[in-house]
């Protein structure tokens, strides 16, 4: 069937989204129930957009150094800079992070979307107020098409998680990889507080890296991947991400108007810029959109870290930077608080536009 995204009149698209949701098999149970055809609910209506697929690299920053070297942290926050004010990405070598360390968390999430379904049943939920989430699409019944993946979330910060509501499977890297993030977190955030010209705690002691969720994503191998995104385009919703992928492939980011892909390189780690970020600095780091196509190849495999408090309560404003505007540069968002800016996210899925409109003065 062409991606057309007509379907007769009798197709009965809440039955199918019903059933597939409770069976909590995800989309890993459809491959392995032998599927050799993209059912319905995930064939997305035709891209409009004029957008082309190009190759592009993104901004490479090696770390090396960046304690001990002030020329070379010169290099580093300039070169944050640029990237963030231009691309919204870049890519991080020699962060600190062991190699051994990355390939266990990769290994962890294989393991848990691949451990017997009658185990990971019992963390399936759409409850988004839990601590710890299995389940297939969060915009599921709201966005127009589904999208092939299974993701397994879990909020590990500020409030510490018992390591007993974790899976078995993963609980030992997750908690080791959270050190190795917010460690890594601070010190992008540094470097992007002086980047803007303010105090390297400015970001810090504005609690943007108060909170932190792991997104484990696993996208099985599709047999129609024209059919069907991996993950449709958005922004993302925090203040900064930290992405771990396998060698696979399948990112891209919108720049200048083509979608470009984003390679692997093995060791690396992609770091965007959210939208939260974007509101704060009132829109000079730029928060991106960005998508994942599905592949014939899979499982691919890919650890998110977004650094946000997400939907605890809090009473905290998040509004532009003071020490950034002037009256050349009035501010250009209306304040609001992390919970308040993701309930909207959420409410409005994964349609391919920005909330940040929704918070424009």
């Known amino acids: 069937m062409p991606p057309t995204g007509k379907v007769p009149d009798d197709y009965d698209r809440a039955s199918e989204l019903k059933a597939f949701d409770e069976s909590k098999a995800g989309v890993k149970g459809l491959v392995d129930s032998g599927v050799s055809m993209v059912p319905r609910m995930f064939i997305r209506p035709p891209d409009k957009s004029e957008a082309r697929n190009v190759r592009f690299n993104l901004p490479v920053i090696d770390l090396h150094g960046m304690e001990d070297d002030p020329i070379r942290r010169k290099q580093m926050v300039e070169a944050v800079r ?23 968390m990769m290994d962890g999430t294989r393991r848990f979307h691949e451990q017997d379904n009658e185990v990971k049943k019992e963390f399936y939920t759409r409850d988004q107020t839990r601590e710890v989430i299995y389940n297939s699409n969060f915009d599921l019944y709201i966005s127009k098409a589904a999208s092939w993946r299974d993701t397994f979330y879990c909020l590990l910060a500020p409030h510490p998680l018992d390591p007993q509501h974790l899976p078995p499977t993963c609980r030992d890297i997750l908690m080791e990889y959270k050190e190795e993030i917010m460690r890594l977190g601070h010190k992008l955030l540094e470097l992007m507080s002086e980047a803007l010209g303010l105090n390297r705690n400015h970001l810090k002691d504005m609690d943007c890296a108060e909170g932190l969720g792991m997104v484990c994503h696993y996208y099985p191998a599709c ?22 992928q396998d060698q696979i492939g399948g990112l891209q980011v919108l ?3 083509q979608w470009v892909d984003v390679l692997p390189m093995p060791g690396a780690l992609v770091i965007n810029i959210g939208d939260l970020m974007q509101l704060i600095t009132n829109d000079r780091f730029k928060s991106v959109e960005h998508r994942v196509l599905a592949n014939q190849r899979g499982p691919r495999v890919s650890v998110a870290c977004f ?20 009256e050349e540069n009035p501010p250009k968002y209306r304040g ?11 409410s409005k899925g994964l349609d391919g536009t920005s909330a940040l409109a929704h918070f424009m003065l």
Not at 86 to 103: A, K, Q, R, S
Not at 223 to 244: A, K, R, V, Y
Request: proline residues 6%; negative net charge.
């Open 82 to 104: 640029e990237a963030s004010e231009t691309v919204g990405f870049f890519t991080v070598v020699n962060h600190g992070i062991p190699e051994t360390v990355l390939e266990e």
């Open 223 to 244: 047999p129609q991947p024209e059919l069907t995104m991996g993950l449709t385009n958005h922004s993302d919703n925090d203040f900064l991400t930290i992405l771990l």
């Open 255 to 257: 720049h200048q108007d």
């Open 307 to 326: 650094f946000s408090t997400f939907q605890l309560p809090s009473s905290k404003i998040y509004e532009p930077i003071k020490e950034l505007l002037s």
């Open 336 to 346: 609001t608080t992390v919970r308040e800016y993701l309930m909207y996210f959420r």
